[in-house]
């Protein structure tokens, strides 16, 4: 081999090392990232759920974390004022750490302003001129429910979120199809339809984000149908909250997602008082 095929060898070797450095070091910085993503999402997930007499609350949530993809789904169930339930699901456009920060953001704008209002309509338009202050890019989908467990009235508005399920201890179950409105964080000055619904005794609500229902094996429409079908048998067997939540990720399971998975499950076992 003569000195300069060597010199030109020794030359590849020192470029090649130096290409494998920064590659290892663009990892590091893009698991670093996924991981503090991962802590924001931990962190802004509620530890509780509120309690009510008659009623269970039941959640799961699997975060993407796909390759080096970490989305922004959340859920949170929260105690008002009046001893009504505040409940929401929504998933924020985008997978990396600015959508786990604009995640957390729009939770804590919807708390905080459920002080001011808890009508779900208002409170939906209210965090969407409110998102739209911030100046961001970002966009999300939500939908707010609010409990209460005198009655079991449930009133729901949607931002452009996946439908919930809803099931009755006699066998009937089907998706809700409350109107809506497009997401938050898009247009100013937005209206929220409520729709009202009742949880009889036996009754479930299921609220999800599309992750659960949408991936690369199953079409949004007929991963709907498997948890509608879930619902069903679970209400009419009385099956726990926590049993029917659990069986609702092995749907997430399923779809081949690449996206977070989050259920949030209302359970109601105990009497009513008749308006």
Not at 165 to 185: C, N
Not at 259 to 268: E, I, P, R, T
């Amino acid at each position: 081999m003569s000195l300069a095929r060597a010199e030109h060898g020794d030359e590849l070797l020192a470029r090649l090392g130096s290409l494998t450095a920064q590659a290892r070091e663009l990892a590091e910085l893009q698991r670093s990232q996924v991981e503090l993503a991962l802590a924001l999402q931990r962190g802004m997930l509620p530890r509780d759920m509120p309690k009510a007499k008659g009623f269970h609350l039941a959640v799961r949530y699997v975060p993407a974390c796909h390759g080096l993809n970490v989305g922004g789904d959340w859920y949170d169930a929260f105690a008002m004022p009046d001893g009504r339930i505040g409940l929401s699901i929504g998933d924020v456009q985008g997978h990396n750490i600015e959508a786990a920060a604009f995640m957390g953001q729009v939770r804590v704008g919807l708390r905080a302003l459920a002080s001011v209002t808890s009508e779900p309509g208002e409170l939906l338009s209210r965090t969407n001129d409110l998102l739209l202050t911030l100046g961001t890019d970002l966009f999300a989908t939500c939908t707010f429910i609010r409990l209460d467990p005198a009655t079991g009235v449930l009133e729901s508005a949607r931002a452009g979120h996946i439908p919930h399920i809803w099931a009755t201890a006699d066998g009937k179950s089907g998706i809700a199809e409350d109107e809506g409105g497009p997401p938050l964080g898009i247009q100013v000055g937005t209206h929220y339809p409520v729709t009202r619904y009742r949880l009889t005794t036996g009754g479930v609500f299921v609220m999800l984000t599309d992750g659960v229902v949408e991936g690369p094996s199953l079409s949004v429409e007929d991963g709907l149908q498997q948890v509608v079908r879930l619902a069903g048998i679970a209400a009419v067997a009385g099956m726990e909250p926590d049993a029917l939540a659990e069986g609702v990720m092995k749907v997430a399971a399923s779809v081949g997602h690449e996206d977070d998975a989050a259920v949030l499950v209302v359970g109601h076992d105990g009497p009513i008082v008749e308006p």
